[in-house]
């Protein structure tokens, strides 16, 4: 009965290859979102997608594409993945967009080679 | 351009004494204020939250302070326990804006 689920857990792959992370969450939840932990820890929003309205952080890179199939839904697909892009990824979701205690996902550590 | 910091990136208290996790922010129009709690290997947890219009709100022995003159807010535990030990990440939003986390400290709790 996990809230906010991700996978895979654990992602490991070489540099320019093409790969998606998957996101669900059962909490009936309007809003999504994607964040970025990098080598120094912090956590840093890259997408929020609230009823089809995709919000797109302007310092993410064009190669990151959200994709939402439905509202439980916020899968990531990264293409021409570079060595930078190791870092845990984390899902997460909110009733509201920006007004409510965000729930995360256990997080996807992803290793480019 | 940090939003949202959290100078001491580390900090180590007796069992049973209290914890002082400090934060401080430079964005005055921030609405809300909330702390999570990360365990290795998992997600960010919820753990307590505090509105702008507020200066204290208590959860057990959770409680956090907010000083918005001093744009500072701290989270209290008290009395700490072992499985306290973890990092406790700021957060702060405006309505209908995103979430800016501070970078985390982490609380070893000694036995």
């Known amino acids: 009965d996990t809230a906010v689920s991700q996978t895979p857990k654990y992602l490991v792959t070489q540099m320019g290859n093409d790969k998606s992370i998957k996101c669900e969450q059962n909490?009936?939840?309007?809003?999504m979102y994607w964040y970025k932990q990098d080598s120094k820890k912090f956590l840093k929003i890259m997408f929020s997608y609230n009823n089809k309205e995709l919000i797109i952080n302007e310092t993410v890179p064009n190669r990151f594409s959200p994709k939402s199939p439905d509202k439980a839904h916020l899968n990531l697909h990264i293409n021409s993945l570079e060595l930078g892009d190791s870092a845990v990824y984390f899902c997460?979701?909110?009733?509201?967009?920006?007004?409510?205690?965000?729930?995360f996902g256990p997080g996807t550590r992803l290793l480019v080679l | 351009d940090q939003q949202v910091k959290q100078n001491s990136p580390s900090l180590s208290v007796q069992e049973g004494r209290i914890s002082i996790l400090n934060c401080d922010y430079t964005?005055?129009?921030?609405?809300?204020f909330l702390w999570y709690k990360k365990y290795p290997a998992e997600g960010p947890t919820f753990l307590i939250s505090i509105s702008s219009i507020k200066d204290k709100n208590e959860d057990g022995r959770f409680t956090v302070f907010l000083n918005k003159s001093a744009k500072h807010l701290s989270l209290h535990i008290v009395p700490s326990q072992p499985g306290d030990s973890a990092v406790y990440f700021c957060?702060?939003?405006?309505?209908?804006?995103?979430?800016?986390f501070g970078p985390g400290t982490r609380l070893s709790v000694l036995p």
């Open positions: 997460a979701s909110s009733q509201a967009r920006g007004g409510e205690t965000q729930y």
């Open positions: 957060a702060a939003f405006n309505y209908g804006q995103n979430f800016v």
């Open positions: 964005n005055s129009m921030f609405d809300y």
């Open positions: 909490l009936g939840h309007d809003t």
